[in-house]
């Protein structure tokens, strides 16, 4: 019996709803920032040759530790449009 790479792929990793439930953090920000709910751009990338791919823009997200309220501190996803015009109070 002739076993191909994908059959011993998977055979050897473990399901990803099993690996999501049991990670400790997710590790990925999300494309959407908090603030004022920009998220990606989708539209076509356009070669020399004018053959058309799909693509997609994502906005410059960072994860910040701001002030929700007086006292109060929380990591958010803002987007560096916010930052800059100080939506966001960095704490």
Do not use: Y
Not at 4 to 9: R, S, Y
Not at 28 to 42: E, N
């Amino acid at each position: 019996m002739r076993l191909d790479c994908w059959t011993v792929l998977l055979r050897v990793l473990p399901c990803p709803a099993v690996c999501e439930r049991f990670s400790g953090s997710d590790s990925t920000v999300a494309a959407v920032c908090d603030v004022c709910g920009k998220g990606p751009g989708f539209g076509m990338s356009v070669s020399h040759s004018h053959r058309r791919t799909p693509r997609r823009w994502n906005p410059n997200i960072q994860s910040v530790r701001a002030l929700i309220a007086p006292g109060n501190r929380r990591r958010i996803n803002a987007c560096t449009s916010c930052i800059r015009a100080g939506k966001v109070v960095r704490a």
